[in-house]
C-alpha cells in the first residue's frame, strides 16, 4: 500500500512538473515554436534567421517564453560578431546537449577551451563572468573584465585590456604596427584573419623571445637602426612601444660614442678616442681580418710606413646615428687623391689610391681590403733594389746598382732600400734633397756631381 502512495505521488509531481513547463513556454504551433524534439520547442525562436538550427535556439525567447532576464542574457551577443570578436561557439560557455534531460531548472556551465586559454580560470557568480579569457583575464588594464551577463551596452578594446595596456607608452595609437594579424592599418580589428581571440596573443610585428639580449637586437639594430624609430621614437626616447633605448644605454651619450657599436669600448667618449672605434670589434661581432668588417683597419691606423691614417682618409666620420644600416659607405679623403689618383672601391679591394701607388709593375697597387699579407715597397711602387733593371724605375738602377748611391744621398736620411722616415713617406710630396735639383715639370735633376740629366 505504501508503495503504491509513493508511486501516485512521483506520477502527479511529474505531471504537474510537465504541466507547469508546458504552461511557461509556446506549445507546439506557436509563433517561434520548433517542432517536438528541436530545441526551439522550449527556447529560442525557430522563425528567427540564423545560420544553424542550433542558433535559432538561443534565447530570445527562454524557456518561460521570456525576452529579457537571465536566462536570454549576451546570448546574442556572444553568438554573433560584433565589432571585437567574431562568434563564440554555444560549448564555450555551455556542454550542447543530447537530449531533454538537461530541462531541470539549473544553469549547467561547463566553460570551454577558449575561456581557458593562457592558464585563465573562468567563473560564473552573482550574474557576473570572471576570470575569462576572452573578457581579458590574462591581460592588464581592462575596465570590464568581469561583465554582468545581462549587462547593458557593446563592449569594446578599453573593456579587455587598457587602449593602450598600461606597458606601453601612454600616447601608443599604432597597434598594427606590432599586431598587424589583428588591428587593421585604420586601428579596427581585422576579425576576418581569426586572430583575435583565438588563445594566443598575436605579436606578428614585434620581437621574438630574447630581444632583450644585446646579442640579439643589438646586432640588428646596427644594420637598420632607422627602423627602430617607428616604434622607439626619432629620439629613440620610446615613442610608441613607451621602451626607451636611451633609458636602457644610461642616458643619449650612447648615440655620438663610436665606439658603443664597433671597436675597443670606451665610457667616457670624447673625440680623441675615435681611432679606437675601429674594428675589431665589428657591428657584428667580426675579430678576423678575413671579415670584410674588420680587414686592414689597424693596419690603416697602425701603419709603419707612413704617418697613422684618419678615418676620414676613407670614410666620413658620421656625425650621427644615420650610418647604421649595414653599408659600406667608402668615402675617399685627400690622401687617396693626391697627385691626381682617382681611387676606387669594388666592395673588397682599393684600386688607383695615391697611397697604394699605381706605378707599373707593382706587386699589389690594389690591395684586397681583408688580405692578411704584409705590405712592402715593392707592393706600390719597385723595389729599387736587387739584379736587373726591372727591379728599378726611373735611373734607379743606374745610381743604386752600379754606382753604389745610397738611398739617403738623394732621398734624406732615414731612407734605406729596406726603410722609410714614417713622417715624410706617402704625404703627396717627393722626399728629395736640394743637392737633386729635382725639375717636376721636366723630370729631370741638376745634381753637383754631373749635369742636368733626365730621369
Given at each position: 500500500m505504501a508503495s503504491t502512495h509513493r508511486a501516485a505521488l512521483a506520477a502527479l509531481a511529474l505531471l504537474t512538473a510537465t504541466a507547469a513547463c508546458d504552461q511557461a513556454r509556446p506549445t507546439l504551433g506557436e509563433a517561434g515554436a520548433g517542432a517536438?524534439?528541436?530545441?526551439?520547442?522550449?527556447?529560442?525562436?525557430?522563425?528567427?534567421?540564423?545560420?544553424?538550427?542550433?542558433?535559432?535556439?538561443?534565447?530570445?525567447?527562454?524557456?518561460?517564453?521570456?525576452?529579457?532576464?537571465?536566462?536570454?542574457?549576451?546570448?546574442?551577443?556572444?553568438?554573433?560578431?560584433?565589432?571585437?570578436?567574431?562568434?563564440?561557439?554555444?560549448?564555450?560557455?555551455?556542454?550542447?546537449?543530447a537530449q531533454r534531460l538537461h530541462s531541470n531548472g539549473q544553469v549547467d556551465l561547463a566553460f570551454g577551451a577558449l575561456a581557458r586559454a593562457g592558464g585563465?580560470?573562468?567563473?560564473?557568480?552573482?550574474?557576473?563572468?570572471?576570470?575569462?579569457?576572452?573578457?581579458?583575464?590574462?591581460?592588464?588594464?581592462?575596465?570590464?573584465?568581469?561583465?554582468?551577463?545581462?549587462?547593458?551596452g557593446p563592449l569594446d578594446c578599453a573593456s579587455c585590456h587598457g587602449a593602450p595596456p598600461p606597458s606601453h607608452a601612454a600616447g601608443a595609437t599604432a597597434c598594427?604596427?606590432?599586431?598587424?594579424?589583428?588591428?587593421?592599418?585604420?586601428?579596427?580589428?581585422?576579425?576576418?584573419?581569426?586572430?583575435?581571440?583565438?588563445?594566443?596573443?598575436?605579436?606578428?610585428?614585434?620581437?621574438?623571445?630574447?630581444?632583450?639580449?644585446?646579442?640579439?637586437?643589438g646586432r640588428a639594430a646596427k644594420r637598420d637602426l632607422s627602423s627602430c624609430t617607428a616604434c622607439h621614437g626619432a629620439d629613440y626616447g620610446g615613442g610608441t612601444s613607451g621602451v626607451s633605448c636611451n633609458a636602457c644605454h644610461g642616458g643619449t651619450a650612447w648615440q655620438s660614442n663610436c665606439t658603443f657599436c664597433h671597436g675597443t669600448k670606451v665610457a667616457a667618449y670624447a673625440a680623441a678616442d675615435l681611432p679606437k672605434a675601429a674594428p675589431p670589434l665589428g657591428t657584428q661581432g667580426e675579430t678576423a681580418v678575413t671579415d670584410r668588417a674588420v680587414g686592414a683597419h689597424q693596419k690603416h691606423l697602425l701603419a709603419?710606413?707612413?704617418?697613422?691614417?684618419?678615418?676620414?682618409?676613407?670614410?666620413?666620420?658620421?656625425?650621427?646615428?644615420?650610418?647604421?644600416?649595414?653599408?659600406?659607405?667608402?668615402?675617399?679623403?685627400?690622401?687617396?687623391?693626391?697627385?691626381?689618383?682617382?681611387?676606387?672601391?669594388?666592395?673588397t679591394t682599393c684600386a688607383s689610391t695615391y697611397c697604394h701607388g699605381s706605378i707599373a709593375g707593382a706587386a699589389a697597387p690594389a690591395?684586397?681590403?681583408?688580405?692578411?699579407?704584409?705590405?712592402?715597397?715593392?707592393?706600390?711602387?719597385?723595389?729599387?733594389?736587387?739584379?736587373?733593371?726591372?727591379?728599378?724605375?726611373?735611373?734607379?738602377?743606374?745610381?743604386?746598382?752600379?754606382?753604389?748611391?745610397?738611398?739617403?744621398?738623394?732621398?734624406?736620411?732615414?731612407?734605406?732600400a729596406s726603410a722609410v722616415v714614417p713622417a715624410t713617406h706617402v704625404d703627396g710630396t717627393r722626399q728629395l734633397q736640394p743637392i737633386v735639383g729635382w725639375n717636376a715639370a721636366s723630370r729631370s735633376c741638376a745634381p753637383g756631381c754631373h749635369g742636368g740629366e733626365t730621369w
Open positions: 517536438e524534439g528541436d530545441c526551439t520547442s522550449c527556447h529560442g525562436d525557430a522563425t528567427r534567421s540564423e545560420a544553424s538550427a542550433l542558433l535559432q535556439a538561443a534565447p530570445p525567447r527562454d524557456a518561460h517564453g521570456s525576452a529579457s532576464g537571465p536566462a536570454v542574457g549576451a546570448h546574442q551577443a556572444h553568438l554573433h560578431a560584433t565589432a571585437v570578436s567574431g562568434p563564440i561557439a554555444c560549448a564555450e560557455c555551455h556542454a550542447v546537449p585563465a580560470s573562468p567563473a560564473f557568480a552573482g550574474g557576473t563572468c570572471s576570470g575569462v579569457y576572452c573578457h581579458g583575464a590574462t591581460l592588464s588594464g581592462g575596465s570590464l573584465t568581469a561583465p554582468a551577463w545581462g549587462g547593458a598594427a604596427t606590432c599586431h598587424p594579424g589583428t588591428v587593421n592599418a585604420d586601428g579596427t580589428l581585422n576579425l576576418a584573419g581569426g586572430l583575435h581571440l583565438n588563445g594566443v596573443v598575436d605579436v606578428n610585428g614585434a620581437h621574438p623571445d630574447g630581444w632583450s639580449d644585446p646579442a640579439q637586437h709603419t710606413v707612413s704617418s697613422p691614417l684618419a678615418c676620414a682618409e676613407c670614410h666620413a666620420v658620421p656625425a650621427d646615428l644615420g650610418h647604421l644600416d649595414g653599408a659600406a659607405q667608402v668615402t675617399f679623403g685627400v690622401a687617396a687623391r693626391r697627385n691626381g689618383a682617382a681611387p676606387a672601391w669594388n666592395g690591395p684586397t681590403w681583408t688580405s692578411t699579407a704584409g705590405t712592402t715597397c715593392a707592393s706600390c711602387h719597385l723595389p729599387q733594389s736587387g739584379s736587373g733593371t726591372s727591379a728599378y724605375s726611373g735611373r734607379h738602377y743606374l745610381h743604386v746598382s752600379s754606382r753604389g748611391i745610397s738611398c739617403a744621398t738623394c732621398h734624406g736620411s732615414g731612407y734605406t
